[in-house]
């Protein structure tokens, strides 16, 4: 049974930070490519940050320099650290785990980013 777990998420002042985390259950999980996505009301879901499996780093352009995705294998687990955070980042953010067309995804954890 495949699960994918968000936690970290909350309210937040802008300028602060948040460390999210996604732990992952019945998945090879050091095969897999991992992303966090992130969607608002009213908007599409959209790719924030994905790590391969050899740990290569991508970012949207919104969040370079301010968030920085990371894995650690022997926990199963992919995280995001959010720096800098602004108003407009606030969302849920959904974590994805794909390989060979197979694709999971978790429950969410809304991110609020307000004064």
């Known amino acids: 049974q495949v699960q994918l777990v968000e936690s970290g998420g909350g309210l937040v002042q802008p300028g602060g930070s948040l460390r999210l985390s996604c732990a992952a259950s019945?998945?090879?999980?050091?095969?897999?490519?991992m992303g966090w996505y992130r969607q608002a009301p009213g908007n599409q879901r959209e790719l924030v940050a994905l790590?391969?499996?050899?740990?290569?780093?991508n970012y949207a352009d919104s969040v370079k320099g301010r968030f920085t995705i990371s894995r650690d294998n022997a926990k199963n687990t992919v995280y995001l650290q959010m720096n800098s955070l602004k108003p407009e980042d606030t969302a849920v953010y959904y974590c994805?785990?794909?390989?060979?067309?197979?694709?999971?995804w978790g429950q969410g954890t809304q991110v609020t980013v307000s004064s």
């Open positions: 994805n785990a794909i390989n060979r067309g197979r694709d999971y």
């Open positions: 019945g998945i090879i999980f050091s095969i897999y490519t």
């Open positions: 790590i391969t499996s050899g740990g290569s780093p």
